[in-house]
């Protein structure tokens, strides 16, 4: 694993257990490297998050494109599963701390927003694939769209997932579920 790789890594597990106020010392103990070591691939705190905002959402992206490549599931299957892909390295991750980055790293934050905002294309041709088989009822897919973005972007935004103990998984396969079942053709 290149070292870029695994000092994402280890963020994504000090994170985890520290959520936002982590620090390049941590990384350093939690990998057993030196806080140099983290210094030559990132300068600061906010561009290693950044860089691990990319790398969180490139494996979403992988996982969406096993999804896709899924011969054995319907085209209402594939909406359900790639709406709410999230790869199974990332399930056990708090990712509900994301919250506070509007305030603290709000040049982070618009990276999320940006990265939650595009990359769309296969979604979109899957809905437009099940209007076409009539599985899913003719909508205005800009409006799911940017109803599941405002949903992800709440999360982010606000606590209420800690204040009510919900996972964000959890958050997202309920927004997931009552998104698609409003759409289908019944």
Same mark, same amino acid.
Do not use: C
């Given at each position: 694993?290149?070292?870029?790789?695994?000092?994402?890594?280890?963020?994504?597990?000090?994170?985890?257990?520290?959520?936002?106020?982590?620090?390049?010392?941590?990384?350093?103990?939690?990998?057993?490297?030196?806080?140099?070591?983290?210094?030559?691939?990132?300068?600061?705190?906010?561009?290693?998050?950044?860089?691990?905002?990319?790398?969180?959402?490139?494996?979403?992206?992988?996982?969406?494109?096993?999804?896709?490549?899924?011969?054995?599931?319907?085209?209402?299957?594939?909406?359900?599963?790639?709406?709410?892909?999230?790869?199974?390295?990332?399930?056990?991750?708090?990712?509900?701390?994301?919250?506070?980055?509007?305030?603290?790293?709000?040049?982070?934050?618009?990276?999320?927003?940006?990265?939650?905002?595009?990359?769309? %294309? /296969?979604? +979109?041709?899957?809905? #437009?694939?099940?209007? $076409?088989?009539?599985? =899913?009822?003719?909508?205005? @897919?800009?409006?799911?769209?940017?109803?599941?973005?405002?949903?992800?972007?709440?999360?982010?935004?606000?606590?209420?997932?800690? %204040? /009510?103990? +919900?996972?964000?998984? #959890?958050?997202?396969? $309920?927004?997931?579920? =009552?998104?698609?079942?409003? @759409?289908?053709?019944?």
């Amino acid at each position: 694993m290149e070292l870029r790789q695994q000092l994402l890594e280890g963020t994504l597990q000090v994170f985890n257990y520290k959520g936002l106020k982590f620090t390049m010392d941590d990384v350093a103990h939690s990998l057993g490297i030196s806080k140099k070591t983290i210094y030559t691939v990132f300068r600061t705190k906010e561009e290693m998050f950044l860089a691990l905002v990319d790398y969180l959402f490139d494996g979403i992206k992988e996982a969406e494109q096993r999804v896709l490549d899924d011969d054995s599931l319907s085209t209402v299957e594939k909406i359900r599963k790639i709406l709410g892909v999230m790869p199974v390295s990332y399930r056990e991750l708090d990712l509900r701390q994301l919250y506070v980055l509007k305030d603290k790293y709000p040049s982070v934050y618009q990276q999320v927003e940006h990265r939650l905002e595009n990359g769309w %294309e /296969n979604t +979109i041709a899957l809905i #437009e694939q099940g209007i $076409e088989e009539g599985v =899913i009822r003719p909508i205005k @897919i800009p409006i799911l769209k940017m109803m599941l973005e405002a949903s992800l972007e709440q999360f982010f935004m606000r606590d209420i997932l800690i %204040e /009510n103990r +919900i996972s964000y998984q #959890e958050g997202l396969d $309920e927004v997931v579920e =009552i998104l698609v079942d409003g @759409i289908l053709n019944t």
